[in-house]
């Protein structure tokens, strides 16, 4: 009798281990994303990546595992409560529609003179917006003869017909002018360069009202030969067809001392730094006399030998700066095309703070997977400082920010207090090279406009990971895990994607300052 209560006990266990493992949801540590199914008709699972290690319990031929990390052969996968070790060699990994999906993501064109984005992938679907002839698109994922896109230019997604998209990007149309056509310059002194470039060699200068002839137009540039014989390439916003008119010299007014007119490369530029500092001369030991922020625009005065230029910024300060810092191409908008670097706090061997039922570790794990998604969506480049139970170091997560020059650096936490009764989100920043307030005040504002959480305001916090980090950094706290009225809000899935969503909303309120 006991040995068949014995026997029948064992078949329980082993039972109930097989059943956790094929459903790795229920799992309190399942957080990676890889599906593999057992090849061997039986597996074991031991505690460690070694054939000598104790032996947890065995896996049957067609069990699904989650697979959370590899190494050496090995496949650590959730196991019960805890985790364990299966040979790599008798898995076979799941390609999942989610994957796939993703592996489509690319860059796509307009061909159509007009065309439709619609809202579901079918003639019969509400159209969204009309896109025209080469607009870019990100295109997500593909079902049967639609595409569905991110168009950046306008923030919207939807559906489009394969048919009007290629990946071949339209190439600039180059105007010919008929045996050359006479221009004359309107800068007073009008840079001639060897290629379409600002930073290209000066081949020569000419003045204004001088006469140049031009060969054809690429742009907003022009190949064109001087009066002297020179060639070269000049900014087509400096010349015109039309000759200048002749005055009585008596007439002339004679003009101020003071006055400044813009060169060959004069116009509005774009700062590319973090934070950019204005000098009073052209060089790095000058007084600083006020500081620009990324994006920012500036109208470009003059540039001297050294690659400075003159600038006059939107407050209407006069200064120099390092034209490496300076870009006449008008940035993007929005969170496309930008880098984010997301820290979900904790991990691994560091709960974080902890609830009644749920880990601070685990919850800002699920927050930046569902910003993952809604960021990448829109064209940006996400990296995650993890993306399963691990632990990296304070150090190593500020080290990833920088080593990928993050645009932009998000620390999600979750709060905790030993007053019960603690509640709402605030936003962390660090006063550093890069004033990360205004950042701060976007993510704070709009998590709360998401979320209808009580807002504890934007502060400066000295925290490790936006200190020590020269990105623009910044850390949320999304609620208290330690009041058990919040607790049971914040650990739900509609909570998560609304903090998602404020906190992209933030980032795209940001970068459209």
């Not at 329980?12 to 593999?36: G, H, I």
């Not at 600002?198 to 030969?225: E, F, M, P, Q, R």
């Not at 005055?247 to 973090?274: C, F, I, L, Q, R």
């Not at 064209?379 to 020059?405: C, F, H, N, Q």
Request: net charge positive.
């Amino acid at each position: 009798m006991k040995k068949r209560l014995g026997s029948l006990l064992l078949a329980t266990v082993l039972f109930l281990s097989l059943f956790t493992v094929v459903n790795p949801a229920e799992s309190v540590l399942a957080a990676a994303t890889v599906k593999a199914k057992v090849n061997a008709s039986s597996l074991n699972v031991r505690a460690k990546a070694s054939t000598s290690a104790k032996k947890l319990g065995t896996l049957k031929k067609g069990n699904t595992v989650t697979i959370s990390q590899e190494k050496s052969g090995w496949s650590k996968i959730p196991y019960g409560k805890t985790y364990g070790w299966v040979s790599s060699k008798y898995l076979t990994k799941v390609k999942t529609a989610k994957a796939a999906a993703a592996s489509v993501t690319k860059n796509g064109y307009v061909t159509a003179t007009s065309l439709n984005l619609r809202s579901s992938a079918s003639t019969s679907s509400k159209t969204l917006a009309t896109l025209k002839k080469g607009l870019l698109v990100n295109i997500k994922s593909t079902s049967g003869t639609w595409y569905k896109v991110y168009v950046p230019s306008t923030k919207k997604t939807g559906w489009v017909s394969k048919s009007y998209i290629t990946d071949k990007k339209p190439v600039t149309a180059v105007k010919t002018e008929a045996k050359g056509t006479v221009y004359y310059v309107t800068a007073s002194t009008l840079n001639i360069r060897k290629s379409a470039s600002t930073s290209a060699a000066v081949v020569t200068s000419v003045k204004k009202n001088d006469k140049v002839t031009v060969s054809k137009i690429s742009g907003k540039w022009a190949s064109l030969k001087t009066a002297s014989g020179k060639s070269g390439w000049a900014n087509t916003s400096y010349l015109t067809k039309k000759a200048p008119v002749k005055k009585d010299p008596v007439e002339e007014a004679k003009p101020a001392e003071d006055s400044t007119e813009p060169d060959s490369d004069s116009g509005v530029y774009y700062v590319t730094a973090n934070g950019l500092n204005i000098r009073k001369d052209a060089n790095t030991t000058a007084k600083v006399v006020t500081t620009v922020k990324k994006n920012d625009e500036v109208t470009l005065l003059e540039v001297n030998d050294d690659n400075w230029g003159k600038v006059l910024t939107t407050a209407g300060v006069i200064g120099w700066a390092s034209m490496k810092y300076l870009t006449d191409e008008e940035p993007v908008r929005g969170v496309s095309g930008k880098v984010i670097v997301l820290d979900p706090g904790h991990g691994g061997t560091d709960p974080g703070a902890s609830g009644k039922n749920n880990n601070e570790k685990t919850l800002t794990l699920k927050t930046a997977k569902k910003l993952q998604s809604k960021l990448e969506d829109a064209g940006a480049t996400v990296i995650m400082t993890r993306t399963g139970d691990i632990y990296p170091s304070l150090t190593k997560r500020v080290e990833i920010s920088e080593k990928y020059k993050a645009d932009v650096f998000i620390s999600i936490h979750y709060n905790a207090s030993t007053s019960k009764t603690a509640n709402g989100v605030d936003t962390f920043y660090y006063k550093t090279n890069v004033n990360e307030y205004e950042l701060a005040k976007c993510i704070q504002e709009e998590v709360i406009k998401a979320t209808g959480m009580k807002s504890r305001g934007v502060k400066e916090g000295n925290f490790q990971v936006i200190r020590s980090n020269k990105q623009a950094s910044i850390l949320v706290e999304l609620g208290f895990i330690s009041n058990p009225t919040e607790e049971k809000v914040i650990a739900t899935d509609a909570y998560q994607t609304k903090a998602a969503t404020g906190i992209f909303n933030g980032l795209e309120k940001y970068f459209n300052l």
